[in-house]
Structures are given as structure tokens and as C-alpha cells.
């Protein structure tokens, strides 16, 4: 997906909509609070995200900024106080001297998840683990969906790009040819497979486990009848052998 770097001034319908407190974050999880950031961010005004993603330059006192840097260095202060408020006292020392709200974001990142190279590193390592993921015994479709999203998420919260919904329809499907070749094979060739998402295939699974299961009940039910007509076959059989000994 392109990025937009520049900035426009805004044409009057751009101003920001109050959301509340930001999230907050005392030092744990912070993957989790910097996608809660990301979105808290655009939902307020879309130019916000951009000034952490991008950065901004900070003009010097005699210089006299234009109306877009103007505009700019509001974005950033803007963003650059809600970041200040949203940590821990902690944590808000990490980035009480960052001139940039893109400085105090890179700082908390650098802090959490490490330099870029110890982040590649990492996404390395989770996408080995992914190459060499399978299910386990006894394990659902469902849970092993949910183990192998939170590698997925892992990977994206670091910078990875390449697990989008396609990627993990694949992977899914993939991993499940391990337990049922068939199935996965007749869902990739349903008419509008290429828009099907995560919740679509374990939908399409589940509801063929469904159907097993009463296919599965069904026999026992017929089996368990044919077994009593046997009985109640044997057991008539024996009362009329009885009754002609006592004639």
C-alpha cells in the first residue's frame, strides 16, 4: 500500500474529532498500545499519524515558517502532547527532551522493541517459526488460527509488510492440508475465494466439522436401531422356542 508523505493545509471539513483519553502506557505491552496509538491517532485527524510517521522539521527563532509549516508544527505539537500524556512517568522521561512527536515515537519504539536491525532480526525469527508451523494434536482449527495470528501480529507491529488477510488465508489453509487434504482444496475452489477472509475459511470448517459430527451421530443412531432389531429378533425367536417346548 502507498504512503502520502506530504501535507496539505486543510480545505475547512479537515478539523480534528475528539476521542477521549488516548491509551494509556506504563511500560508492558507495547505492542498492543502502538496499535491502539496508530488508530487513536488517525481517528482524530489523519495529518497526526502522518507528523509521528514522517517527522517535521523544526524552523529556527528568526525564521518565519509558511502557513503549512505552520499548520505542520501545530500537528506536531499536538501529537507530541498527547504522547506525553499518554505514558508513565517512566516512560515520559524517555521522551521528555524529544523536540518531535516522530522523536518521542521512535524513542519508545527503539526502547521496546529494539534498533531496526534487532526488530529485523526478530521478524526473521517469527517468520522462520511460521515456515515450520503446524497443529498440534487435539488442537481446533480456531485455536490454532489464534496461535498462528499472534506470530502474524508479531511480525506486523515490528515493520513486517507481508502478512496482509491473503497471506494468512494461505497460511491457514495451508497448515490445515495436514489434517484433511480435501477440504481445503474445495475451498479454494469456491467461486469468490480471493475475497475470503480468516473468519470466511475457519467458518466454511467449522461447519464441515458440524456436518461430520452429525453424519458421525447419525450412523451410531442407525447401528445402535439395527443393533436393537437384532436383539429383538433373537429375543422373539427364543420366546417362541420356549412356548413350543411348553406346548
Same mark, same amino acid.
Given at each position: !500500500? ?26 508492558? &505491552?507495547? /505492542?498492543?498500545?502502538?496499535? #491502539? !496509538? ?16 514522517? &517527522?517535521?522539521?523544526?524552523?529556527? %527563532?528568526?525564521?518565519?515558517? *509558511? ?13 507530541? /502532547? ?5 505514558? +508513565?512517568? %517512566? %516512560?515520559?522521561? @524517555?521522551? %521528555? $527532551? ?25 521478524? #526473521? ?5 511460521? +515456515?515450520?508451523?503446524?497443529?498440534? @494434536?487435539?488442537?481446533?482449527? @480456531?485455536?490454532?488460527? /489464534?496461535? !498462528? ?27 490445515? !492440508?495436514?489434517? $484433511?487434504?480435501?477440504?481445503? +482444496?474445495?475451498? =479454494?475452489?469456491? =467461486? &469468490?475465494?480471493?475475497?475470503? *477472509?480468516?473468519? /470466511? ?28 432389531? #437384532? ?17
Amino acid at each position: !500500500m502507498s504512503h502520502d508523505y506530504t501535507f496539505q493545509l486543510p480545505s475547512g471539513h479537515g478539523a480534528s474529532i475528539h476521542m477521549g483519553k488516548p491509551p494509556f502506557f506504563d511500560g508492558t &505491552g507495547y /505492542n498492543q498500545w502502538k496499535t #491502539k !496509538m496508530f488508530g487513536y491517532l488517525n481517528a482524530i485527524h489523519k495529518d497526526l499519524w502522518k507528523v509521528v510517521e514522517v &517527522g517535521c522539521e523544526i524552523p529556527d %527563532e528568526d525564521e518565519t515558517p *509558511t502557513p503549512l509549516q505552520q499548520y505542520v508544527l501545530q500537528r506536531n505539537f499536538q501529537a507530541l /502532547n498527547i504522547l506525553h500524556t499518554s505514558v +508513565s512517568p %517512566e %516512560e515520559f522521561d @524517555k521522551i %521528555e $527532551d524529544a523536540p518531535t512527536a516522530k522523536d518521542a515515537w521512535d524513542t519508545l519504539q527503539v526502547n521496546h522493541q529494539g534498533s531496526r536491525k534487532v526488530r529485523e532480526s526478530r521478524i #526473521k525469527t517469527l517468520k522462520d517459526e511460521l +515456515s515450520l508451523f503446524s497443529m498440534k @494434536k487435539d488442537e481446533s482449527v @480456531k485455536e490454532m488460527y /489464534n496461535r !498462528m495470528k499472534k506470530i502474524t501480529n508479531q511480525i506486523k507491529s515490528l515493520g513486517g509488510d507481508k502478512w496482509g488477510d491473503r497471506e494468512i488465508v494461505d497460511k491457514l489453509l495451508t497448515v490445515y !492440508m495436514a489434517r $484433511d487434504v480435501t477440504l481445503p +482444496s474445495l475451498i =479454494r475452489a469456491e =467461486r &469468490g475465494f480471493k475475497h475470503f *477472509t480468516a473468519e /470466511n475459511i475457519l467458518g466454511r470448517i467449522e461447519a464441515h466439522h458440524d456436518q461430520l459430527r452429525r453424519v458421525k451421530i447419525n450412523q451410531d443412531l442407525a447401528e445402535l436401531q439395527e443393533q436393537a432389531a #437384532k436383539n429383538n429378533g433373537i429375543a422373539l425367536q427364543a420366546s417362541s422356542k420356549g412356548k413350543e417346548k411348553t406346548n
